[in-house]
């Protein structure tokens, strides 16, 4: 992949991306889930369906970094804007503005030759205005001249207009500027009070980025065997194929999904447990509490450790269990 | 054969052409730009040393929910500024260059090993169904600011009542020698010292009984020193006294005021030691409340209540609150700031990775006896909820909880 996906590293735990069309891309061509975990643009007052960020848990940004289709930042220090990007952002500010404007004015005129067949039997000018063509067409440009030129240029531009002006009169095109012009008048809004104004998402600034080019070393994880094995765990089954999201809900490390999760429920909750030792059993009870939670939820509880190594290519290689409960 | 293939494909194709629909709404949905009208949206600038927003331009309802005054300018904390940064309502600019603050450099910068992300999601959850968070120590402090005002204002009051025109010196030298002549000649009577105290008093003015008292707590401080009870001076006798330079009406004013002074057996240099400073009187009449009130005030006593309440209480005072808090309150119009009440749940953040409570739980119980104690596990980015409170057996066998 030429340009990777740009990942900020929070608390050395959880990756934030920010830039929706990556968030899509890893969602669609690499299945990765991630967690949304602000608000929604439209929706700001629920919390089913959420929005950017996306979060990316220690597991998934193993994965991504590892498949070299991620780069990982760290921001420590705050750098003040340089000439350059103010000038850049000055800039975007002017041209979202102007942007604005010729949105507003083709909506408005769009709007009313929608409304023109209504504007023009209910005008009264039809009957007034005698004149010649030519006179009439002097009066069209006399009228023009007094609108803004801005206007006259979205005007002439916008394809709704041009598109009517083969089936106009030149008397209904005098009737719509007149419109136009009332219309202008009494909807006076100062565009700087009325302008929206952007929060911005990314950044105008240029930070120092630190990179992280392998998390298990860099964040010193390779002495947590948990968040280890979870990586390991979390690698192994999304070469396979998997989709796998957060298994909290479920009492577990991980949901496994055969498909995409907005198709199917999942199939698999995984647990990541050491090799017993003395020191880390695994009591009976959990295994008990671990079959009967998945049978009850129509999933099958499945046991994720390590190979037992007989060659050094066994590695880092995953062994599963499953436990079914079979109700006697 | 043939015909069980082409419905599978038709169902897969289906389900492709579902999935491409619903990937297009959600990108739809979440590809919108966070904009506002510039006239409706409220700014803010980041202080980087507090770590705090402060809000110059308000717009909107929500400012009597949120925020919190620092020195009398109303400032947010970063959780409640990114909550209504992605609310649209809120914009923050840099203080030193004035530009404005993306989502990203939000998210970088504000959090710290006080304020977590899951501190923010739980807080951005919570916040989105309309629950009132306030941070747990924020309330303790503007209850603090809000007592001192209503004291401040009764300090005042009471100096506006004050006589200016008390003869300081002479009602001081009528004490001192008083106390002397008591000691020399054993046949004074304590009513012999009340009458040349009544002569010099104007009884209407309580203020005469407190003389030279200075009613600024802040100077009274400073400036006033307490009788030090050297040990080793002297030899010590408790026995029960009746302290002579306490005016007549204290004891119809306060009831069963009981406080065991030790007094000096020994001689005159030490008494003389004991009066070395200016003789003023260690209780004011705002201080002659309760026990509790007299003790506080004398500093060297601790009622012997408070000795036995804190022998008794088993959990530790203030446990160690590593993790931030907060108090949660139902939506109301009603609600102020400065006097919110009790919360409806004291909610602790936890992180769902941890695999061990044991340490929270002593935070837990410490809470648990006030409020309900809701426990938010965040696991990567997913909120879950618990709720912890206190149980006892045996009521609730009495009481049995609807369901």
Redesign the interface.
């Given at each position: 992949m030429s340009s990777r996906i740009r990942c900020?590293l929070?608390?050395k735990?959880?990756g934030?991306i920010?830039n929706?069309d990556d968030?899509?891309l890893l969602?669609?061509k690499y299945r990765i889930i991630?967690?949304?975990?602000?608000?929604?643009?439209?929706f700001?007052?629920?919390?089913n369906?959420l929005?950017?960020?996306l979060?990316l848990?220690i597991e998934e940004c193993f994965v991504l970094l590892n498949q070299k289709l991620i780069q990982l930042f760290e921001?420590k220090t705050?750098s003040?804007?340089t000439d350059q990007n103010?000038l850049t952002?000055l800039k975007h500010l002017e041209l979202d503005c102007q942007q604005q404007m010729i949105n507003s004015i083709n909506s408005r005129i769009n709007d009313m030759l929608s409304k023109r067949q209504f504007i023009l039997e209910n005008s009264q000018m039809l009957s007034t205005i005698e004149q010649d063509e030519e006179e009439e067409e002097e009066s069209v440009n006399n009228l023009l001249t007094k609108f803004d030129s801005t206007f006259v240029q979205i005007l002439n531009t916008n394809n709704s207009w041009l598109n009517c002006q083969q089936s106009l009169t030149i008397k209904e095109k005098l009737i719509l500027l007149n419109e136009f012009k009332n219309r202008n008048k009494k909807s006076s809004l100062d565009p700087?009070?009325?302008?929206?104004?952007?929060?911005?998402?990314?950044?105008?600034?240029q930070?120092e980025l630190i990179p992280i080019l392998d998390i298990l070393s860099d964040l010193s994880l390779i002495n947590n065997n948990?968040k280890k094995l979870r990586c390991h765990v979390f690698q192994d089954l999304w070469i396979k194929g998997y989709f796998i999201s957060?298994g909290?809900?479920f009492g577990g490390d991980f949901l496994v999904y055969t498909n995409?999760p907005?198709?199917c429920h999942s199939t698999f909750i995984i647990h990541c447990i050491q090799r017993t030792t003395t020191a880390n059993q695994i009591p009976l009870i959990s295994l008990i509490a671990k079959g009967r939670l998945a049978s009850n939820v129509n999933k099958t509880s499945v046991i994720a450790t390590y190979k037992q190594s007989i060659t050094i290519d066994d590695d880092e290689k995953i062994d599963y269990l499953s436990i079914n409960w079979t109700g006697i | 054969m043939a015909r069980i293939d082409l419905i599978e494909l038709l169902r897969h194709n289906h389900r492709v052409t579902d999935l491409e629909r619903l990937y297009e709404e959600s990108y739809n949905l979440r590809c919108k730009r966070y904009v506002c009208i510039k006239k409706q949206l409220s700014i803010g600038y980041w202080k980087s040393k507090l770590n705090m927003i402060e809000i110059k331009v308000m717009h909107g309802k929500c400012w009597s929910l949120l925020g919190t005054i620092v020195n009398s300018k109303l400032h947010l904390y970063p959780e409640e500024a990114l909550f209504l940064m992605q609310c649209s309502i809120l914009q923050v600019f840099n203080e030193e260059d004035n530009i404005p603050i993306s989502m990203e450099e939000a998210y970088n910068f504000w959090l710290n090993d006080q304020l977590t992300l899951k501190h923010v999601q739980t807080f951005s959850y919570l916040a989105r169904l309309g629950f009132i968070i306030r941070r747990h120590q924020q309330q303790q402090q503007e209850q603090q600011h809000e007592r001192i005002k209503t004291t401040a204002v009764g300090i005042k009051r009471k100096r506006d009542e004050m006589d200016e025109h008390i003869s300081i010196l002479n009602i001081n030298t009528n004490y001192h020698e008083a106390f002397l002549t008591r000691n020399n000649d054993t046949n004074n009577s304590s009513s012999q010292i009340e009458e040349s105290m009544n002569d010099e008093m104007n009884d209407k003015n309580e203020r005469h009984w407190f003389v030279g008292y200075d009613y600024d707590e802040t100077n009274l401080i400073n400036n006033k020193k307490r009788l030090n009870w050297s040990i080793d001076d002297c030899s010590w006798t408790k026995s029960r006294v009746l302290p002579h330079w306490l005016p007549k009406q204290f004891y119809e004013k306060v009831m069963d005021v009981d406080i065991p002074i030790c007094q000096y057996l020994k001689t005159k240099t030490q008494f003389d030691l004991l009066y070395s400073t200016n003789d003023e009187p260690l209780m004011r009449l705002s201080d002659c409340k309760t026990h509790q009130t007299i003790c506080e005030r004398l500093s060297s006593f601790i009622h012997s209540d408070t000795l036995q309440a804190q022998a008794q209480s088993s959990l530790p005072r203030t446990p160690s609150l590593s993790s931030l808090t907060y108090d949660i309150y139902y939506p109301n119009k009603h609600f102020r700031k400065t006097l919110p009440g009790i919360p409806a749940y004291r909610l602790l953040v936890l992180d769902g990775n941890e695999n061990d409570l044991s340490n929270q739980l002593d935070e837990i119980m410490f809470y648990c006896s006030n409020v309900s104690v809701l426990v938010a596990l965040v696991h990567n980015g997913d909120v879950c909820f618990y709720c912890f409170s206190s149980f006892d057996a045996s009521k609730t066998l009495r009481d049995p909880p609807k369901i």
């Open positions: 900020y929070i608390e735990q959880y934030l920010f929706i968030i899509r969602r669609e991630g967690c949304f975990t602000g608000s929604s643009v439209a700001p007052r629920q919390n369906e929005s950017i960020p979060e848990s921001l705050f003040p804007i103010r952002y700087h009070t009325h302008t929206l104004v952007e929060i911005p998402i990314e950044s105008y600034r930070h948990d957060n909290q809900k995409d907005h198709i | -």
